[in-house]
């Protein structure tokens, strides 16, 4: 499986963004998928996680109420909408899909995921 995230940019505080990530490879509708994100000099963290079938979410407390997780499995993506960006939001997001586990089941641990995309950059300017 590989994964292509885009969408990121330099945006302003109080914009709106949505990355996608698209897959291509194996059974896109069987992966859980997840956006993680990394800040300078800080440790990836979790954002969003979503099901194979789109039915279960999970946020991070950080971006809940401001972000949408979401899939499309005919075009094999899945998208992070994030409303009402801060400067702390500023990170490379990195998508990211798991298939070793039932497709359910959604998850917030980076080692619980199989494959990963190359980051997209988003800068929040205050």
């Known amino acids: 499986v590989q994964l292509q995230a885009s969408g990121g940019g330099l945006v302003q505080a109080g914009d709106s963004l949505t990355l996608s990530c698209a897959a291509s490879g194996g059974t896109f509708r069987r992966y859980t998928m997840g956006w993680f994100r990394q800040a300078p000099g800080k440790e990836r963290e979790f954002v969003a996680s979503i099901s194979g079938s789109g039915m279960n979410k999970d946020s991070a407390d950080s971006v809940k109420g401001r972000s949408t997780i979401s899939r499309d499995n005919a075009k094999n993506t899945v998208y992070l909408q994030m409303n009402s960006l801060k400067p702390e939001d500023t990170a490379i997001y990195y998508c990211?899909?798991?298939?070793?586990?039932?497709?359910?089941?959604?998850?917030?641990?980076?080692?619980?995921?199989?494959?990963w995309g190359q980051g997209t950059q988003v800068t929040v300017s205050s």
């Open positions: 990211a899909a798991a298939w070793r586990i039932h497709s359910n089941i959604v998850l917030r641990t980076a080692e619980a995921f199989d494959a």
